[in-house]
């Protein structure tokens, strides 16, 4: 494996995986261009060496071949604008445009592929296969495309002299951009900025932390964050649990807790959860109250109510006035910052109170010099919302890869570099 800085890229075509799955509104114009803007400097290294660039990235779930709501053209303007280069759009991604463009690509050139996956090789899953098709038509539909996935890969790396993976949120992914790629690239393959950040900021948090360390868990179920929950336990010093899930706590231990989320077959994970966290000393902190509505909706009723004693017919969405003080209170004491999940339904502006206190404690924490990572869809939504992403630390951009990161899995587009 090569280090991006340290590379020489004089004369080479470098093929880049990027993550451009960014959101596009109905007149196909980007709305968020976060993304875009997090490849820029890794691809702007290559040119400034005397490199060319060929990107390559997905976006969205296509079916199929060439369906222009997921062309990548569409964002090729967006690129230009952030990068202030021409961006030259190939239109495929195994034509001959592609393989001409490739090969007659000039130092401080730039091209884009077509969406990776109008092409089933790329995730190697058959496509179109009938409902009722039998076990022995899908595993015949399946050698096929892992027989053509082979071809696929040869004919992306044909293109360029040096891979560079940057596409940290699909890298739990073992397709052909993301992992199968770096094979043809054993002495030229290495990691963008976005993804030495990412393993960077994951791996401070997870290997070295500053202690105390706290992560803070929320969202709406025990059963999604259990294995993570498991893995902090090895970590942490304490834990905020938050959000939906405390309800599963509180009536677990007896608790009441009116027409609120809960999860009845997770009561033994959650009673062993503080068992557990008993036996090794690391604090929970749960919500004390509750601000409870009698309905799921942002004109619903509302009252305050302990998370334990919520009356029929009333629901806890985000944590009452205690809670946020005594969240607050810890988080400002702790000197590293994970942040899982949302503590309320914050899409509902009426509660999203208790995410904003906790995204405002964090950042004060980071201001005081604590070492904050928020990582996972929602939570990174949240701090965006309060737009405070730029008073923490980190934010990390992979939400299934970040967390299969933590949980100690062995990422495949990680692994295929450093192997
Ligand atoms: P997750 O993807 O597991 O992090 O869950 C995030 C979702 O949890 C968000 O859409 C929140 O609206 C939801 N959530 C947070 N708190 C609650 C709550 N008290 N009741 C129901 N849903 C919640």
């Given amino acids: 494996m090569q280090a991006i800085d340290s590379y020489d890229f004089k004369g080479k075509r470098a093929i880049i995986r990027v993550d451009f799955n960014v959101p596009l509104n109905e007149k196909f114009e980007v709305t968020d261009d976060t993304r875009i803007r997090a490849a820029i400097p890794t691809i702007k290294k290559v040119l400034e060496k005397g490199g060319s660039v060929i990107l390559m ?40 445009k592609a393989a001409e463009m490739a090969k007659n690509l000039k130092p401080g050139e730039v091209m884009l592929l077509e969406n990776l996956r109008f092409y089933a090789e790329e995730e190697g899953k058959p496509r179109g296969l009938a409902d009722d098709a039998t076990d022995e038509e899908k595993a015949a539909a399946k050698k096929e495309v892992k027989a053509s996935q082979k071809e696929f890969v040869k004919k992306l790396a044909s293109y360029a002299d040096v891979y560079i993976n940057d596409a940290f949120g699909t890298a739990h992914r073992a397709h052909a951009s993301t992992a199968l790629i770096a094979d043809y690239f054993p002495n030229d393959k290495m990691f963008g900025y976005v993804m030495n950040g990412e393993l960077k900021a994951i791996d401070q948090v997870m290997e070295s932390p500053a202690r105390p360390f706290v992560a803070i868990i929320g969202g709406s179920k025990v059963s999604s964050k259990i294995t993570i929950i498991e893995k902090l336990m090895e970590k942490v010093d304490s834990l905020i649990i938050g959000g939906g899930m405390t309800y599963t706590f509180m009536a677990a231990q007896g608790g009441k807790i009116g027409g609120s989320i809960c999860e009845p077959d997770q009561f033994p994970v959650a009673l062993s959860i503080l068992a557990k966290a008993k036996e090794k000393g690391i604090k929970i902190v749960m919500a004390e109250d509750a601000l409870c509505a009698d309905a799921f909706s942002e004109d619903a009723n509302t009252q305050v109510c302990p998370s334990n004693d919520i009356p029929d017919g009333w629901e806890g969405l985000d944590i ?18 994970l942040w899982n999940g949302p503590v309320g339904v914050f899409e509902m502006d009426k509660f999203a109170e208790g995410s904003k206190a906790v995204a405002v404690a964090i950042a004060d924490a980071t201001a005081k010099g ?38 100690g899995k062995e990422l495949p587009g990680v692994a295929a570099i450093r192997k």
């Fill in 370 to 407: 604590a070492y904050s990572l928020i990582g996972g869809g929602d939570s990174v939504a949240c701090i965006n919302k309060f737009g405070l992403a730029d008073k923490v630390s980190y934010v990390s951009t992979g939400g299934g890869a970040l967390l299969e990161y933590m949980e």
């Fill in 320 to 337: 009452g006035p205690k809670a946020k003080e005594s969240f607050r209170e810890h988080i400002l004491g702790c000197k590293t910052i």
């Fill in 57 to 96: 990235s997905h976006l969205g779930r296509p079916k199929k071949n060439n369906d222009d709501k997921f062309s990548l053209s569409h964002i090729v303007t967006a690129v230009e604008k952030r990068l202030g280069v021409k961006v030259m759009f190939a239109g495929d991604c195994m034509g001959e």
